[in-house]
């Protein structure tokens, strides 16, 4: 049995959408252990509660980036954390964060990768006037939505689509691509080539 621990900021949908699957066992030998936000505020953390699951808020106003990634790391430890899933996570780590856990960090980024990083992925795309977006869960490794990839998903723009609806279909995709990346993860049955993640294929 894993133990995850999710780092969210605000909404919290890809935490919920994480957590329905945990619970229904579509992610498979895995418990949520421990969710943390950095602002108190942040709906995701009533969802954890309504849940029953162990909800932490570690302000991060006022503090220097590598005080309250301590505060974070700790915690994590604290609960025992196998893999930490950002789910809408609006800080960067610090180098020394994610050393602490060597590739056993993942995020969710909602763009191609690595087309539109950074804030507002969403309506970047579709200003650019692409006709196909999507979202796209990665390692996280020192350099903002940059590591190994491990799934993407695309989808059409369509002519009659805004920045909302647009996010909104992307947001759905994004529910779906974040319990395949874990599963993966969790079995551990890939290898990473250079920046490539392939599938490890046994040779007999
Ligand atoms: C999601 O769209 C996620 O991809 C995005 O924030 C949203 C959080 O929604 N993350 C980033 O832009 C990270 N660079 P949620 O709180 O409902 O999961």
């Given at each position: 049995?894993?133990?995850?621990?999710?780092?969210?900021?605000?909404?919290?949908?890809?935490?919920?959408?994480?957590?329905?699957?945990?619970?229904?066992?579509?992610?498979?030998?895995?418990?949520?252990?421990?969710?943390?936000?950095?602002?108190?505020?942040?709906?995701?953390?009533?969802?954890?509660?309504?849940?029953?699951?162990?909800?932490?808020?570690?302000?991060?106003?006022?503090?220097?980036?590598?005080?309250?990634d301590r505060e974070v790391v700790s915690a994590l430890q604290e609960h025992q954390v196998d893999l930490?899933?950002?789910?809408?996570?609006?800080?960067?780590?610090?180098?020394?964060?994610?050393?602490?856990?060597?590739?056993?960090?993942?995020?969710?980024?909602?763009?191609?990768?690595?087309?539109?990083?950074?804030?507002?992925?969403?309506?970047?795309?579709?200003?650019?006037?692409?006709?196909?977006?999507?979202?796209?869960?990665?390692?996280v490794d020192e350099e903002l939505d940059h590591g190994p990839i491990i799934v993407q998903q695309a989808?059409?723009?369509?002519?009659?689509?805004?920045?909302?609806?647009?996010?909104?279909?992307?947001?759905?995709?994004?529910?779906?691509?974040?319990?395949?990346?874990?599963?993966?993860v969790l079995q551990g049955k890939y290898k990473i080539v250079g920046r490539r993640l392939v599938t490890?294929?046994?040779?007999?």
């Amino acid at each position: 049995m894993k133990n995850i621990g999710i780092l969210l900021s605000g909404r919290g949908s890809n935490f919920e959408a994480i957590a329905n699957n945990v619970g229904s066992g579509r992610i498979r030998d895995a418990r949520i252990a421990v969710v943390i936000s950095n602002t108190k505020d942040a709906a995701g953390i009533e969802i954890a509660r309504r849940l029953g699951l162990k909800a932490v808020v570690i302000p991060s106003k006022g503090k220097e980036r590598e005080e309250h990634d301590r505060e974070v790391v700790s915690a994590l430890q604290e609960h025992q954390v196998d893999l930490v899933c950002l789910a809408g996570y609006m800080r960067l780590l610090s180098p020394w964060f994610v050393q602490q856990f060597p590739r056993r960090i993942l995020n969710i980024h909602p763009s191609l990768l690595p087309a539109f990083p950074g804030l507002g992925a969403q309506e970047q795309a579709f200003a650019y006037g692409v006709k196909v977006a999507g979202c796209t869960v990665h390692f996280v490794d020192e350099e903002l939505d940059h590591g190994p990839i491990i799934v993407q998903q695309a989808i059409e723009v369509l002519d009659d689509d805004d920045e909302h609806t647009l996010a909104d279909r992307i947001l759905q995709r994004e529910h779906i691509a974040y319990t395949e990346a874990i599963n993966i993860v969790l079995q551990g049955k890939y290898k990473i080539v250079g920046r490539r993640l392939v599938t490890k294929i046994t040779v007999r």
